[in-house]
């Protein structure tokens, strides 16, 4: 048994210890040397002994997802925000749903005002306090809706109080001018620290304002009271104008799919509702329409806009045979469309839920910056109490300026502008990828793909077209035509989907050469296919399974053909090799911008292949790949993964989702390419390309680094500023009202409009 055989194809030696043979990359776990020149590391039983005891599972991020299940996106989940339902469920035992699959809330905010009282995560009436109806209702005058008109209310009452105390009115008007304009504010508010304390018995940001409103009228600053209700009523509505704005982001993506669908029946159109058109119904576009239903197209061609999926600008040319989604729009020309998925499962809605449910993967900074929360706000609590009490008591000094100094630290202390500071930012992050046709399935993966030191693709179908065409075919026997080579190995590769199989099959239908049956299917991963036809063993393969065979051709002439880039597949009976075929393939034209880019922020590129040596240099020297493997076995695949994690850092793999599946789930994140029409591809990465191109690469790189530097912004501005107010409020430098206009109502917009500028970062390579 080969124990030790080397990633060099012209190689025999079954205990090859040879660096170069290994890219200089070693299988010592334990050994640092980016350029290792060691032979004892280069013993794959170190790998082995690695992989043996390792849990790979921390890395796979595959998943089942039901595309049925209803997410729900939410911004803010604080107790203030949570539903006032009362649940009698006993949470000790398992909860059974009446419906098939569960229904998820999203919370963005995780403020001790946002919990929900339901155990089981769910906020069913979560608006802020806000009301019932939409927060800024569509259509309506900005003045109409009912948060505005609180806000407006409280502010002129407001500013009427400090007009009255100007002119010298009686302080019973003044009070109870300013106690009005408190009162409107904080109703709501003073409701949600209700429910915070009596039914879920935490004490949250609304409770902490709701005392500091109280206590100010208490102490004779009426006007203090009416500013922390108001200003907090702004705070919290921008919060919710956040969520909104997320939540319009993706209603967007749905309303691109229109409702209704002409219907071909006989010779005649009828209009119906997508939800009652069947699989296999003929559906008419017209020019200007959009595609209501995912399909293929059976009549016409035109220019097809398909910016809502893959986020191409382009429009693409669809043909008859082609593939058209739903809320694509036709440009020009007529087409006729056989509907080949009901509206339900069409890849836009499988958007739409996929960027609902990435807030269930949180990142780790959102985790960190939640825990600390837990200890941030009773912490402050207590200052605040330290604050209000030990200098009277133990100095003598003034109780109520003390209290009035406390009561400023209790405002500060409200944690909810520090919790959006990382959730606002990471749904702007993956709403703006999806519109650029990147689907980043958690904003765990955002800040992963910045932590990335290496990037390994496979080639075909990845930094090649994947479109294999055949280009020679060669007769080594003279029993044999080459209209039988073609019949042989379209025949044998008839019950495969690999491209180049698709590529024979391909060229047998289009010069007419008919397949026969085949018995005895076998396909050897890597190697080839062996197949019985009429009663006689052939096979189709690469080098390595008829190593030790009659070769009648020579090592100069495979050479020439490798050389070329061209892949060789021998042909060949139980006896000898009859003759051999070779395909080639199109190197994609953005592959060297790619690759250079990576390098530039130091990332290593890595191909991987089954392809002989010579083919696979080739496409590595001709687009500047640095690590090239070839001639590999799947297993090979997850073993350079590994060996490559060790030696560079976490990991990233671009592949087709299907036949890279294995590795795409090992890799710290799974790039999936032209995942429009794959479960698959959507399934099993982390990261799912629309569009069959990697040129979205370095756009995902600037997205994850241009929004972990955005969300570090935020996070350091809210303790920065937080920590400052409170300095300045023990100090009575600064009042209530400007504790809370800067530390809740400023840092929150300050978090918001810095987030928003995620959704302008460009595509490096356009």
């Excluded at 902490?208 to 922390?228: D, N, Q, R, T, Y």
């Excluded at 020309?333 to 996929?354: C, F, N, Q, R």
């Excluded at 929004?707 to 430098?733: E, H, P, R, S």
Aim: with cysteine.
């Amino acid at each position: 048994m080969v124990e030790n055989r080397c990633y060099d194809s012209d190689c025999f030696d079954e205990n090859c210890r040879n660096p170069e043979h290994y890219n200089y990359i070693c299988l010592d776990p334990n050994c640092d040397e980016i350029h290792c020149e060691n032979p004892d590391h280069y013993d794959k039983q170190l790998l082995r002994d690695y992989q043996a005891k390792t849990d790979f599972s921390v890395h796979d991020h595959s998943e089942k997802i039901d595309y049925e299940e209803d997410v729900d996106l939410k911004i803010c989940g604080c107790p203030d925000c949570a539903d006032d339902d009362e649940h009698d469920h006993d949470h000790e035992h398992e909860h059974h749903h009446e419906h098939d699959h569960d229904d998820i809330e999203i919370s963005l905010c995780g403020c001790p005002d946002c919990a929900d009282d339901d155990d089981h995560g769910h906020d069913h009436g979560h608006d802020h306090g806000h009301g019932d109806g939409e927060l800024l209702a569509e259509g309506k005058p900005l003045i109409a809706n009912r948060p505005i008109q609180i806000i407006v209310a409280s502010g002129i009452l407001f500013v009427l109080g400090h007009v009255f105390e100007w002119l010298s009115f009686s302080p019973t008007v003044v009070t109870i001018t300013y106690m009005v304009g408190a009162i409107i504010a904080g109703y709501e508010i003073a409701i949600s620290a209700y429910k915070s304390l009596v039914k879920r018995h935490t004490v949250g940001p609304a409770m902490l304002l709701s005392i500091a409103c109280i206590a100010s009228f208490i102490i004779g600053h009426p006007e203090e009271g009416a500013a922390v209700t108001f200003l907090y009523y702004i705070a919290e509505f921008l919060e919710d104008y956040a969520e909104l704005r997320a939540q319009r982001s993706i209603k967007s993506l749905v309303e691109i799919t229109p409702d209704t669908a002409r219907v071909k029946v006989g010779d005649k159109e009828e209009i119906r509702n997508v939800d009652d058109v069947n699989i296999g119904d003929i559906v008419i576009v017209k020019p200007g329409d959009k595609v209501p239903l995912d399909g293929e197209v059976i009549s016409g061609s035109s220019s097809v806009n398909q910016a809502s999926i893959t986020g191409e600008s382009v429009p693409v040319l669809k043909q008859v045979g082609d593939d058209v989604f739903s809320g694509t729009v036709n440009e020009e020309g007529y087409l006729e469309i056989k509907v080949t998925t009901a509206a339900k499962d069409s890849v836009i809605s499988k958007i739409v839920t996929l960027v609902k449910r990435s807030q269930l993967n949180r990142s780790e900074t959102e985790t960190l910056v939640e825990r600390v929360a837990k200890y941030y706000t009773p912490a402050m609590m207590i200052g605040a109490l330290c604050v209000a009490f030990i200098p009277p008591l133990l100095f003598g000094q003034d109780l109520t300026d003390w209290v009035y100094k406390a009561l400023s630290l209790l405002v500060i202390s409200c944690p909810c502008a520090f919790l959006i500071s990382t959730p606002v930012g990471m749904v702007s992050a993956i709403t703006s990828a999806t519109r650029n046709g990147v689907i980043i399935k958690g904003s765990s993966y955002v800040e992963e793909m910045r932590n990335v030191k290496a990037v390994i693709f496979d080639k075909t179908g990845t930094l090649t077209e994947g479109k294999l065409i055949l280009s020679e075919v060669n007769v080594l026997d003279e029993n044999y035509s080459e209209e039988d080579i073609v019949r042989i190995a379209s025949s044998l590769e008839s019950e495969s989907s690999h491209p180049i199989a698709q590529a024979i099959v391909n060229y047998a239908d289009e010069n007419n050469i008919s397949s026969d049956d085949v018995e005895e299917f076998k396909n050897v991963p890597g190697k080839g296919i062996i197949a019985t036809i009429n009663g006689q063993q052939f096979y189709a393969a690469n080098e390595s399974l008829i190593e030790g065979s009659s070769f009648d051709i020579s090592r100069d002439e495979i050479n020439k053909y490798t050389a070329e880039g061209n892949t060789i597949i021998f042909i060949g009976n139980a006896e000898r090799v009859i003759g051999f075929i070779t395909v080639s393939d199109k190197i994609r034209d953005n592959a060297s911008e790619v690759i250079s880019d990576l390098k530039q922020r130091g990332v290593e590129t890595v191909m991987l292949t089954g392809d002989n040596k010579m083919a696979a240099n080739k496409v590595a020297s001709e687009i500047g790949i640095q690590h090239v493997f070839s001639d590999l076995l799947p297993e090979d695949k997850l073993n350079i993964l590994d060996t490559i994690r060790n030696k560079f850092g976490d990991v990233a793999m671009v592949g087709d989702g299907i036949n890279d599946a294995p590795a795409l789930a090992r890799a710290n994140i799974g790039i999936a390419m032209g995942a429009a029409g794959s479960d698959v591809a959507i399934e099993t990465a982390d990261v799912a390309l629309m569009q069959d191109d990697i040129s979205k690469l370095p756009y995902l790189f600037s997205l994850s680094h241009k929004t972990m530097g955005i969300i570090k912004q935020n996070i350091t501005a809210a303790i920065v500023i937080k920590f400052l107010c409170a300095i300045l409020a023990i100090l009575g430098i600064i009042t209530l009202m400007m504790s809370v206009g800067v530390g809740d109502l400023g840092l929150t917009l300050l978090v918001i409009l810095n987030s928003f500028r995620i959704g302008m970062v460009k595509d490096p390579l356009f």
